[in-house]
């Protein structure tokens, strides 16, 4: 009876430390396990696993993609502006044994390496390219985290950058050269939308100038669409050769007109003035002449003098 209760209470105690050793290890970690102090090569993967109770120790360790923000950093691009950044880190263990052994806390130290790293990135890039050119700097980023969080088995998936915050004063200034960008846009299609029109406009008026019966039709084509619209108004279009053929008649009558009006004044008063000259003179001078001669001399003898 005594031996029953001893057989009964030992089975009883293997069972405690059996239960006590049973260890289950999930799908989507890794068990390290830990020795009196020290690390086992050994990895346990998921499913049941024994350990020894009150000497083996098991570390788990997620294997799984980590999702980590990185805090928004502020810091200076390399063309002087001050900016605000954020990112996001996807990484995963590769080996937990270094996980667990070589950094005491690793999600705590890819965060900082992040921090930092972005903080590198933001002082080495411009302006231009934090905004457009992000898929080269997603890959620097990855790059720089890389480095050391592969010592701790660590592997970087991809980082990628969230959001680039902007002072107000450089958002107006962005908005007016966008602006003045599409402005520019604009105006080159317009014009060269005119040079097509210029080009087949061109290309129209030579068809018409060997035609001269389609000049003709193109008028009557433009008096219909007018006359459609129901209103009163009726536009006929005047040629333009008529209006120089107005033109010319014009300035060729315009200094001709002085001349003939001259003429016609001048005409009536050179016979008036020709007969007041001619008449009165000749008796005045032969009276004159006559009384400065001396008695006894002749009209035709010259005064003698002394």
Known sequence: MDINIVLGVIAFLLFLVVVAGVRVVNQVERGIVFRFGRAQQHIREPGLRFLIPGVDRMRKVNVQIVTM?????EGITRDNISVRVDAVAYFRVQDPMRAAIEVQNYLFAVEQVAQTSLRSIIGKSE?????????????????????????????????????????????????????AERERRSRVIVADGELQAAGKL????????????????????????VAAEKNSTLIMPLPVELLRFFERATQSAAPAEPATVGSERLRPERPALAEEEAVPELPAQRSESESALEPGQKSGDLPLTR
């Open 127 to 179: 302006l231009d390219d934090l905004l457009t050119n992000r898929e080269e700097l997603n890959r620097g980023l990855a790059l720089m985290i890389d480095s050391p969080a592969l010592g701790w088995g660590i592997h970087i998936d991809r980082v990628e950058i969230k959001d680039v915050q902007l002072p107000e004063a450089m958002k107006r200034s962005i908005a007016r050269q966008a602006e």
């Open 69 to 73: 923000p990185i805090p928004t950093q």
């Open 202 to 225: 061109a290309d129209a008026s030579g068809i018409m100038s060997q035609t001269p019966g389609a000049l003709q039709l193109r008028l009557l084509q433009t008096v219909v669409e």
